[in-house]
C-alpha cells in the first residue's frame, strides 16, 4: 500500500463544493419536476391514471396495493411509472434502466458503508442511508444524491478515524444484503420477459420493489448478525481495519463488474453495433439505436435523425425516459465531483498518493472500459485504500512519539 504523509494541518475548504452540489440538486430538480416534458406531459398522465386507472395509450395500471390510501396512491404512480418502462411496449426506456439500475449498487454500497464511519456521539445525515435511499425513491436519486453528499462534506471528516467496533463482518455482508434487498427483486422487473407474466402481475411486483432501501436496512444487521456468530472476533482495531478494507473493497469490486456487464451488453453495442456484438434482442430495431436508449429525446432535432427513424410512442413514454436519463446524469455528476473534491482535497493536505490528473485519468478510463459505475466503484476503493494508508501512517506517528516520550522519561 502507498505510504501517504500528512502535509498540511488546515482543513480543505467545504463552502464552495458544497454550494456547487447544491446547483446540481437544483438543476435536477427543474430538469426533472418543472420542464415542459415533465410538467405538461408526465405529470398531467400521473394525473389521469389516478382518476381513470389507465395511461393516455390506454395502459391499464392497477389502484389498490396495500388498502392504505396513501401507500396505495404512492404505489399507483411508481409502479405505474416502473410497469410502463417494462412492459415491453417501450424497449428503449427498458434497456436504458437495464444499464441505470447496477450502478445504483455502487451507491447504496457507498451509503451503507458510509454511515459507520459519523462519530456514534453526533446526529448526521449521513448516519441515514436508508432515509437517503427511501428519499431516492420519492423525488428520484438525481436531486438526492447532492443533497446526501452535502450531508457527507459536514458530516464525516476528510479523513474519518470512527470505525464499527464489527466493521469487519458488515464489510462481508453488505454486498449480500444488496444483493437480496435491490438487486433481487430488480431482476423480477426487469429481466423477466413481458409476456411470461401479466401486466398486473408486473406492476405488483414494481410495487413490492420499490421501498428496497427498507429491506436492505432490515437484512444488513440480520446477515451481520448472523455471520458475527460464526466469525471469529478480531483482536485489535488494526485488525479490524484491514480486514474491513478487503471486505469493502470486493463489495465494490463485484458491483463494479455488474456495472460492467450491463455497459457491455447495453450501451457499447448500441453505440458501436458494428464493433460490439449484441447480446439483447432488438438492437436491429432502429427505435432501441443509442440516440433512443441513452440521448434525451428533446435533442433528437438537432440530431441527423429521418422522420422514418423515430419510433412512434406516447409523448408520456418519452418523457419517463427523459426523467430517467436527468435522473442518472444527475446523480452521477453529484457522486463524481465528490470524488473529484475528496481527490484534490486529500492530494493538498497528505503527500505520497496518486494526483488529480492520474486520478482523473483513472475515472475516464474505467468509464471507457466498465461505464460509470464501474468507475465509481474504482475512485470507491481509490478513496478507502488512500485513508486506510493515512490511518495507518497516523498511527505510526503516534506510536513513535509514545515511544519517544517513554525513552527520555
Not at 8 to 14: A, C, N, R, Y
Not at 27 to 32: F, P, T
Request: charged share 10%; proline share 8%.
Amino acid at each position: 500500500m502507498v505510504q501517504v504523509s500528512p502535509k498540511t494541518t488546515s482543513s480543505p475548504p467545504t463552502k464552495f463544493i458544497s454550494w456547487f452540489l447544491a446547483i446540481i440538486f437544483t438543476l435536477a430538480m427543474v430538469m426533472i419536476y418543472v420542464i415542459p416534458p415533465s410538467s405538461q406531459v408526465l405529470f398531467p398522465a400521473f394525473a389521469e391514471v389516478r382518476e381513470t386507472g389507465f395511461y393516455p395509450d390506454g395502459l391499464p395500471v392497477r389502484r389498490t396495493y396495500t388498502g392504505v390510501y396513501i401507500l396505495d396512491e404512492m404505489c399507483t404512480g411508481l409502479a405505474g411509472l416502473f410497469s410502463a418502462a417494462s412492459d415491453g411496449q417501450d424497449f428503449a426506456t427498458h434497456l436504458f434502466c437495464l444499464w441505470f439500475l447496477p450502478q445504483l449498487c455502487a451507491v447504496l454500497t457507498f451509503i451503507y458503508w458510509e454511515a459507520g464511519k459519523v462519530e456514534s456521539t453526533q446526529f448526521r445525515f449521513a448516519r441515514l442511508p436508508t432515509f437517503f435511499g427511501v428519499l431516492a425513491q420519492l423525488i428520484a436519486a438525481g436531486p438526492t444524491l447532492p443533497l446526501y453528499f452535502i450531508s457527507h462534506i459536514r458530516g464525516i471528516p476528510l479523513v474519518p478515524n470512527t470505525i464499527p467496533k464489527d466493521a469487519h463482518i458488515r464489510a462481508r455482508v453488505l454486498l449480500p444484503a444488496i444483493i437480496l434487498g435491490f438487486v433481487v427483486p430488480s431482476a423480477a422487473l426487469f429481466l423477466v420477459p413481458s409476456g411470461s407474466m401479466s401486466l398486473d402481475t408486473k406492476q405488483i411486483i414494481a410495487a413490492i420493489w420499490q421501498p428496497f432501501p427498507l429491506y436492505i436496512a432490515i437484512l444488513y444487521p440480520l446477515l451481520a448478525y448472523g455471520l458475527q456468530g460464526i466469525s471469529s472476533p478480531v483482536t485489535s482495531s488494526k485488525d479490524n481495519r484491514e480486514a474491513a478494507l478487503k471486505g469493502i473493497q470486493v463489495a465494490y469490486m463485484a458491483s463494479g463488474i455488474l456495472s460492467s456487464v450491463a455497459h457491455w451488453a447495453i450501451f457499447l453495442p448500441a453505440a458501436f453495433p458494428s464493433i460490439f456484438p449484441s447480446f439483447i434482442s432488438g438492437y436491429t430495431d432502429p427505435s432501441v439505436s443509442f440516440r433512443h436508449i441513452f440521448v434525451p429525446y428533446i435533442l433528437h432535432p438537432y440530431l441527423p435523425t429521418s422522420i422514418s427513424e423515430i419510433p412512434e410512442i406516447a409523448p408520456y413514454r418519452l418523457a419517463a425516459r427523459l426523467l430517467f436519463q436527468h435522473d442518472w446524469l444527475y446523480m452521477t455528476l453529484a457522486a463524481f465531483v465528490f470524488f473529484a473534491w475528496h481527490q484534490a482535497s486529500v492530494a493538498r493536505s497528505y503527500t505520497g498518493g496518486a494526483d488529480f490528473v492520474s486520478w482523473l485519468t483513472g475515472v475516464v478510463v474505467y468509464t471507457c472500459i466498465g461505464g460509470p459505475g464501474s468507475a465509481f466503484c474504482w475512485a470507491a476503493i481509490q478513496r478507502e485504500q488512500v485513508l486506510s494508508s493515512i490511518i495507518s501512517t497516523q498511527r505510526e506517528i503516534v506510536e513513535d512519539r509514545s515511544s519517544t516520550k517513554g525513552e527520555k522519561q
